[in-house]
């Protein structure tokens, strides 16, 4: 009788196994690195989520590699292409046009990116990749709601947007803040720059010194390493009693503006939550579902985007007001602008 | 008015690294080395007081200051391998120059995967808090112009670009550094050591590079990264020669252009250049540098053996 219900138990093992076909995903990383604290980690945290519901070993099931120069991301999609991966992750534009190469080379090999959208020269759609990208501006919508509301509690009535370059993408971020800021602070006025780069701190904090002069309190930066400066310059004046906050972007940047203590200059941030984009993207295909050829976006409704889990500098209002308007977002309700 | 005492400020923020850095460029070219390498200096330099004042921030409240120490120190020994290159291997200095470009990205990531297990240092908290100068703060229009919330660099450059033009013209030792960078073999004639005078150029030089360089990882971001210097340093290469070699030049060079890029920051705001597109303004600062470069610069004549091998049996 035991030796009947072994067998019968390792058999049900078995078709388990089989029916939950295993399979091995990998991430190739930019030149940031696996754990750059933005786009890379992030995608590697959400296979890592996924290995670890499928019981997939790191190095096995899931495993990544890491590009130390631009000229590596064919090789290294290649690599993991002639392994046969189920599925190969890789965050970003920088990897446009090696993804284009490498899922011409191997038609068979299923790919992914992330925050970006492969198109062939013809501007077609290609069949097997998969394309994620971020409703920033649903985000972005309660980066403003936080801004309108904390300006309002605090008696002010400036906000401004610092962006990196004025292009559609960025500009989906303003479009949502704004609409946010207004929503609860109608008589708002919000000031906007474009720095025009993506790595100049000082252009940034050079922004923010003019915004925060002409009496902005709060600032949602979108500009990269050029966010960095809006940064420094709200800790700059925050650390002298002259409270200013910034909005952080991407990731929760709530430990890039400490300033006192654990006290930070960072409001909130909009996050765009790539881990959930490539556990979700990693689950479609292992049920045979790999969206090839699709852009899928990643809203609210899906938690592609939204506020961090914990806003220390939020009042238990605003976090309630927050709650509220992303109900009312993903229920279809509220409609945001976007621009793209 | 209003937009002014905010913008003239912006500007000395901006200027400060590009002027303190010009001027290292001047100390090395003045004996004769031409120093393209700032750029990765001010790399090593941003980098070295960025880790040191993340490290040293819990225990002491002059953390910046002691970071800006060490970004100093730092480029000073990264800046060795320039002289030795240029002095005893007698190698050609832009190429050696150009390898410490390279280098220093490469090196300060390496660091910093080995110090913070990521691409960058971690953020500090505040790096170099702004100043303002108790009394001379109050004083209308000029109080907020240049006393009040400064940042502490700005008083560095100014400070630095009268102690320069004392050292290189009032001086046995800027006299002797002069000769140096005009005709080595004269110098050599009257018992200078040549090599000695080339290294203590481009040493001088890495350390203002180097404080340069801290100066704005500190004070405009929050931490080191590959991009913290982002071309700076090739900025204060062309202040050096629009400023004609001479600390005051260099000053006016370095004032010019924060000024131009503070006013490309405020010209969109101006009501009839709103159909200007962006890209217009985010070229501002280097089409007016190129501009007034041609304007004044007439004969720029910068010292007469820099960049020329040092060959004592030259005649």
């Known amino acids: 009788m035991k030796k009947r219900i072994v067998l019968v138990s390792l058999a049900l093992i078995a078709v388990s196994a089989l029916m939950a076909a295993p399979i091995r995903v990998g991430l190739v990383t930019d030149v940031g690195g696996i754990d750059d604290k933005s786009f890379n980690q992030g995608t590697w945290e959400g296979v890592k989520v996924f290995g670890k519901e499928q019981g997939l070993k790191e190095g096995e099931g899931i495993k990544y590699l890491q590009s130390t120069a631009d000229a590596d991301y064919i090789p290294n999609l290649s690599t993991f292409a002639d392994e046969q991966l189920d599925l190969i992750i890789a965050p970003g534009f920088l990897f446009n046009e090696a993804m284009l190469t490498v899922a011409k080379q191997y038609p068979d090999q299923k790919l992914m990116i992330i925050d970006s959208v492969v198109q062939d020269k013809d501007g077609k759609m290609v069949p097997n990749v998969a394309n994620a990208v971020f409703a920033a501006n649903e985000g972005s919508f309660l980066a403003g709601v936080a801004a309108g509301l904390k300006a309002k509690a605090d008696g002010k009535k400036i906000v401004g947007f610092v962006g990196g370059m004025k292009f559609p993408l960025i500009e989906n971020f303003e479009v949502g803040y704004d609409q946010g800021v207004k929503a609860v602070l109608p008589g708002a006025t919000i000031l906007s720059d474009y720095t025009g780069s993506f790595t100049d701190a000082g252009i940034g904090q050079a922004m923010a010194a003019k915004q925060f002069g002409a009496g902005a309190y709060i600032i949602f930066q979108v500009a990269g390493g050029s966010g960095n400066g809006v940064i420094q310059e709200a800790k700059a004046r925050s650390a002298k009693k002259d409270i200013r906050w910034a909005i952080g972007v991407d990731k929760d940047q709530y430990n890039d503006g400490i300033y006192a203590g654990t006290q930070s200059a960072i409001l909130t941030s909009m996050m765009k939550r790539v881990d959930v984009a490539a556990h979700d993207v990693a689950v479609m295909t292992m049920n045979g579902k790999f969206p090839g050829g699709q852009v899928l976006t990643f809203d609210l409704k899906s938690k592609g985007v939204g506020l961090p889990e914990k806003n220390p500098n939020l009042s238990a209002a605003i976090v309630k007001a927050i709650a509220d308007y992303t109900a009312q977002i993903v229920s279809g309700k509220l409609k945001v602008d976007s621009r793209q | ?315």
């Open chain 2, 1 to 315: 008015m209003s937009i002014l005492l905010t913008m003239i400020p912006i500007a000395f923020v901006y200027a400060s690294p590009i002027i303190i850095a010009a001027l290292g460029g001047m100390f090395s070219e003045r004996s004769g080395i031409v120093n393209i390498a700032l750029e990765g200096i001010m790399m090593v330099g941003g980098f070295a007081a960025a880790s040191v004042t993340v490290l040293l921030e819990p225990v002491t409240p002059a953390a910046g200051y002691i970071g800006i120490l060490a970004g100093i120190a730092a480029a000073m020994v990264f800046s060795l391998l320039h002289a030795f290159a240029s002095v005893n291997l007698k190698a050609d200095q832009v190429i050696s120059g150009t390898a410490l470009n390279i280098l220093a990205g490469g090196l300060t990531v390496y660091l910093c995967q080995i110090f913070f297990k990521q691409q960058r240092t971690k953020a500090f908290t505040v790096g170099l808090v702004k100043l303002s100068v108790p009394g001379l703060a109050d004083i209308p229009v000029i109080g907020p112009l240049f006393f009040k919330d400064m940042s502490p660099p700005f008083y560095a450059a100014i400070l630095l670009v009268f102690l320069s033009w004392f050292v290189v013209y009032k001086t046995p030792f800027g006299l002797r550094l002069r000769s140096c960078g005009e005709h080595p073999q004269a110098a050599a004639s009257m018992g200078i050591k040549v090599a000695r005078m080339r290294y203590a150029g481009v040493l001088i030089s890495g350390a203002l590079a180097g404080m340069a360089g801290a100066a704005m990882v500190l004070t405009q971001d929050i931490q080191y990264t590959i991009a913290s210097v982002h071309g700076t340093g090739f900025i204060a290469l062309g202040c050096l020669i629009f400023g004609k070699w001479n600390p005051f030049g260099v000053l006016g060079a370095g004032l010019f252009f924060g000024f131009a890029q503070a006013s490309s920051i405020y010209a969109k705001d101006i009501p009839f250049l709103k159909a200007v597109p962006l890209e217009v303004f985010y070229m501002l600062p280097y089409v007016l540098t190129a501009i007034a470069l041609v304007v004044f610069s007439g004969k720029s004549v910068g010292p007469k053996a820099a960049g020329e091998i040092y060959d004592a049996g030259k005649r």
